[in-house]
């Protein structure tokens, strides 16, 4: 069957953290929310963390955005996380699954739901992570798990299983959403939308491959062919005939 953007029932959440970029794919009707975190934002050259958020916020109401704590210790990220919920109504706080020495972050997620913030665990890589944040997370009005199936493809293991069982472990908690994160290729999409994903994030550079979805093969293999007969002339390559 040919892939359809028209057919897709997964949501697809734009992550980056540039300003201009983030505001023209607040018009494109395929983005339902957006995620950001601080290597995206250090590599956009935000130097102002709550300045750039409240930029975003005050253009962007309608969508979820998620903004994450940059802590390493629980106390200060239970401060981060309650202050960053201010912010807006469609705010969402990302909880790293564990600080830097691997000690969970379990505890912090269960005493800020209790408190009514809306989360996004990020950084998880397995189902039995993800089994474990839904435990301290049932009930809750709405959050969502963030397994990052493209760093688990990273190191040479099939994401498909993974995010299989992880929406298995939350079938009984409709109000978890879990979110497919860092994809790797446009095809990740339709993955994630078989599986029955909730969320998949996509960085500008898949997205601009949106406009191929359905493409004819054949026309893309004259396009290719093109491409490189072009390139070839434009660096002026030249070969000696051995005559």
Request: hydrophobic share 45%; aromatic share 8%.
């Amino acid at each position: 069957m040919e892939p359809s953007l028209e057919q897709l029932k997964v949501k697809i959440f734009a992550d980056g953290a540039d300003l201009r970029g983030m505001l023209d794919l607040a018009a494109n009707p395929l983005i339902s929310g957006f995620t950001t975190n601080p290597t995206l934002m250090r590599k956009a050259g935000v130097t102002d963390f709550e300045g750039f958020a409240r930029e975003v916020l005050a253009e962007i109401r309608d969508r979820p955005i998620s903004f994450e704590v940059f802590s390493d210790d629980f106390d200060e990220m239970e401060a981060q996380a309650r202050t960053i919920a201010t912010w807006g109504e469609n705010v969402y706080v990302k909880i790293p699954v564990s600080n830097t020495q691997g000690e969970p972050s379990f505890d912090l997620l269960a005493r800020l739901a209790d408190a009514g913030v809306r989360l996004n665990v990020t950084a998880l890589m397995t189902a039995r992570q993800v089994r474990e944040v839904a435990l301290k997370l049932a009930g809750v009005s709405g959050a969502f798990i963030s397994l990052f199936a493209g760093r688990v493809a990273d190191t040479g293991r099939d994401p498909l299983p993974v995010i299989a069982e992880s929406l298995e472990a939350i079938q009984g908690s409709p109000e978890l959403e879990l979110i497919w994160a860092s994809p790797r290729e446009l095809l990740n999409v339709f993955q994630a939308d078989e599986l029955g994903c909730h969320v998949i994030t996509v960085t500008s550079d898949i997205l601009k491959k949106l406009t191929l979805v359905g493409y004819d093969l054949d026309a893309f293999s004259l396009d290719t062919v093109k491409m490189f007969r072009d390139d070839a002339v434009a660096a002026g390559y030249e070969l000696s005939r051995s005559d």
